[in-house]
C-alpha cells in the first residue's frame, strides 16, 4: 500500500524570511534520525514535509516512533495515498482507514482542498466520503463536534492523502538552528533533562562529564553514556568530554575551607567546561541547577559560580520543582537510569554544613590558595573523548 507520512512544522512557519533555512535543517534532522531504516525521498511543499519511505519493507511503525522525538514537529500523519480522483478516493479511504473505524462509533470527516483545481469543493468531498463510510460501517454515527476520529483528506499537487487525527510531535524549533552550547552531566535526574530542554530551542549539545577515580566507578560513567544516548534520540548525536577530576577534588579538600568545598568545585568545573567548550564552537554552558534545591543552588552560591566563567549560562530548570523534573524525566525515559546508584563527583567529599550565602572575595582566596592552574590544565591535555549516537540503541 502507497503510504507516507506528513509533517507539520511549529515555529518555523514564524521565521519569514529565515523560514527556508530552518526548513532544511529540520529536514537533515529527519533523515538523520531514520538512519537504518531504509530510504526515504524527504521534500517540502506548501507548508508540509513528506517523507516517503522508497521500498515497501520499511518499518514506518519505528519511523513515526523516531519522527515523533524531533524538534521542530508540531504534528504528522501516517497517511495513504491515491490518485486526486474522487472515485478512487471513495474507494480507497475505507479500506484503509478500515482497522481504525472499525474500533470508533463516531467520526466527522474534513476535507483540505490545496489544490483548486481538483473539481470538487472541501463540503463536497465531505459529504460524498462521509455517506460512502457510513455505507460500509453502519454502525458508525457522525459526530461533527465531538467525534471519537476525524477522518481527513488533502487534496494536493502530489496526490490525494487520507489519514486520521494527527500525531503529537515533540515541539520546539530544529536542533542546530539555536547555536551550540556545552551541557555539564552528572548522573542524576537534573541535567539530562536540561539538556533536553535546551536541544528543545534548537541548540547542538556537547556534553561534559566530571570522573573522580576511584571516588567515582567506571558505572557511573557508564551511566551518563546512557543517558546521553536516551537524550540524543531527541537531540542528535553529540560528543561527550570526560575530565579527570580526582587531583582537583583531593587538593580542594586538602586547601580550601570544608563549608567552601561544594561553590569552589562548581567554580572550577565551570572555567574547565568554558575552555572545553570554546574549543567546540559553543557559545553557552547548560546547568541543570534548579533554584533553591540544594545549597550550592542559591542566588549567593550561583553568582559567585558565574562569576568564574565568561559565558552565558543557560539554567532551563531555574524555576521548576522537583517533581516537574521527574515528570520530565519519565517523559524521556531518563528517570530509571538516573536512580541508579552510582555516585557522580558532585557527591564527593560533600561538607556538612555547605555555605549558602558564600561572598565571592572570600570564595577567590580560598580558591586562590589552592593553586589550581596547573591541575587544570593537565585534566584538560587528559579528556577522554567519546561520540554518543542514538543510533546504537535503535
Known amino acids: 500500500m502507497n ?3 506528513l509533517v507539520k512544522d511549529g515555529e518555523i512557519s514564524l521565521k519569514g ?6 526548513e532544511d535543517v529540520l529536514k537533515k534532522n529527519i533523515k538523520t534520525t531514520l538512519y537504518g531504516l531504509g530510504k526515504f525521498e524527504i521534500t517540502s511543499a506548501q507548508s508540509t514535509i513528506y517523507v516517503k519511505p522508497l521500498s515497501e519493507d520499511i518499518d514506518l511503525d519505528e519511523a513515526c516512533d523516531r519522527i515523533s522525538r524531533v524538534f521542530g514537529i508540531v504534528t504528522f500523519s501516517r497517511a495513504g495515498v491515491c490518485r486526486k480522483d474522487m472515485a478512487e478516493i471513495l474507494d480507497f479511504a475505507p479500506e484503509y482507514l478500515k482497522e481504525k473505524l472499525e474500533d470508533v462509533k463516531t467520526f466527522k470527516v474534513e476535507a483540505k482542498r490545496s489544490d483548486k483545481k481538483f473539481p470538487y469543493k472541501s463540503p463536497e468531498i465531505c459529504r460524498e466520503l462521509g455517506g460512502k463510510i457510513l455505507e460500509q460501517f453502519p454502525h458508525l454515527t457522525v459526530d461533527v463536534h465531538n467525534p471519537q476520529t476525524t477522518v481527513t483528506v488533502e487534496v494536493r499537487d502530489f496526490g490525494a492523502y487520507i489519514h486520521t487525527d494527527p500525531i503529537k510531535g515533540a515541539g520546539g524549533i530544529p536542533v542546530g538552528t539555536g547555536g551550540n552550547a556545552a551541557i555539564l552531566i552528572s548522573g542524576g535526574i537534573d541535567s539530562p533533562v536540561a539538556a533536553y530542554m535546551m536541544a528543545k530551542r534548537g541548540i547542538k549539545l556537547t556534553a561534559i562529564h566530571f570522573a573522580s577515580p576511584p571516588y567515582t566507578s567506571q558505572r557511573a560513567e557508564d551511566k551518563v553514556i546512557r543517558l546521553l544516548k536516551k537524550v540524543s534520540k531527541y537531540s542528535g548525536p553529540m560528543t561527550m568530554y570526560t575530565v579527570p577530576f580526582t587531583k582537583i577534588q583531593e587538593t580542594i579538600k586538602d586547601k580550601c575551607p570544608e563549608e567552601l568545598f561544594t561553590i569552589i568545585m562548581r567554580r572550577l568545573m565551570m572555567k574547565i567546561s568554558q575552555r572545553i567548550a570554546l574549543d567546540n564552537d559553543c557559545s553557552a554552558l547548560i546547568t541543570g541547577e534548579s533554584l533553591g534545591q540544594v545549597a550550592s543552588q542559591t542566588i549567593h552560591a550561583l553568582g559567585c559560580t558565574d562569576e568564574a566563567s565568561d559565558m ?3 539554567r532551563p530548570l531555574i524555576g521548576m520543582d522537583k517533581q516537574e523534573i521527574i515528570d520530565i524525566s519519565y517523559k524521556i525515559d531518563t528517570f530509571e537510569t538516573s536512580i541508579e546508584p552510582y ?15 558564600p561572598i565571592l572575595k572570600y570564595v577567590k582566596q580560598a580558591e586562590e590558595a589552592g593553586d589550581f592552574g596547573d591541575m587544570i590544565e593537565e585534566a584538560l591535555k587528559n579528556l577522554k573523548v567519546t561520540h ?5 540503541d535503535y
Open 312 to 314: 552565558v549560562v543557560f
Open 3 to 5: 503510504e507516507i507520512i
Open 388 to 392: 554518543i549516537f542514538p543510533k546504537e
Open 17 to 22: 524570511l529565515n523560514r527556508r533555512a530552518f
Open 343 to 357: 555516585e557522580d563527583c558532585c557527591t564527593v567529599f560533600t561538607p556538612k554544613h555547605p555555605r549558602t550565602r
